[in-house]
């Protein structure tokens, strides 16, 4: 089952622009990671946020976090054609055992025209 | 340090055949699960073995089983194929730690089912 879900499916921007990624989730997560996927191929990690956590930054990626309303967002600022790709949030939960469970969105299709 | 690895590549099966499919670790990591990802979908957990025992499972059925060996490779198993099977199979590597981690992601293994 899904968790996550991002918003919009898919995003047109010109390059040079800055592009918004937006993931809703629906329990009590421990932290929520943003991952990305080239043309299906293996996914790259972004950056994680852990829950007592409000705001992060990574080079050109501003991630939010608001607990409250279960929701996160992705910022890419100044984005480039090679950002051109699929954006994936995914909320981690303890399972028990040691076990920690990732759970993935659908994604948000990103494409950056040159 | 060297990354994920998965083989094969790409794998074409037909319905009710069994399959392997390997992974191996990233150098130091001591956690491997193994995810299903459809077309057009977000990855689906399917389990996750720590100390060479499965110590979190998706919704999956138990025809879909693994292994995880002293050197940190991992094997997931899939007996009986269906056609619903065809997907894009990844399997991640990370460290267990308090409050979750960041997954390090294979290429993947693009399985189809005739």
């Known amino acids: 089952s899904q968790q996550g879900e991002e918003d919009p499916q898919a995003l047109s921007i010109q390059e040079g622009e800055n592009a918004t990624m937006n993931c809703s989730y629906k329990?009590?997560?421990?932290?929520l990671q943003w991952y990305r996927q080239n043309s299906g191929r293996g996914l790259v990690h972004l950056i994680l946020i852990r829950s007592n956590e409000r705001e992060k930054h990574s080079g050109r990626l501003r991630v939010t976090l608001d607990t409250s309303k279960k929701s996160s967002s992705l910022l890419i600022t100044a984005s480039r054609a090679a950002d051109t790709a699929s954006y994936f949030c995914a909320t981690q939960t303890y399972s028990g055992a040691g076990s920690y469970q990732l759970t993935f969105g659908k994604g948000t299709k990103l494409s950056v025209i040159p | 340090e060297t990354g994920v690895t998965q083989s094969p590549t790409h794998l074409i099966k037909t319905r009710g055949q069994q399959v392997t499919l390997r992974c191996s670790s990233q150098s130091g990591h001591n956690t491997v699960s193994w995810y299903q990802q459809a077309l057009g979908q977000g990855p689906q957990f399917i389990f996750q073995y720590y100390r060479e025992e499965e110590n979190g499972r998706g919704n999956f059925p138990p025809r879909f089983s693994g292994l995880q060996f002293p050197n940190y490779s991992s094997e997931l198993n899939v007996n009986a194929l269906e056609l619903d099977d065809s997907a894009l199979y990844l399997c991640?590597?990370?460290?267990?730690?308090?409050?979750?981690?960041?997954?390090?992601f294979g290429p993947g293994t693009r399985l189809t089912v005739l």
């Open positions: 329990t009590s997560i421990n932290n």
């Open positions: 991640a590597s990370s460290l267990i730690g308090q409050g979750g981690n960041e997954q390090f």
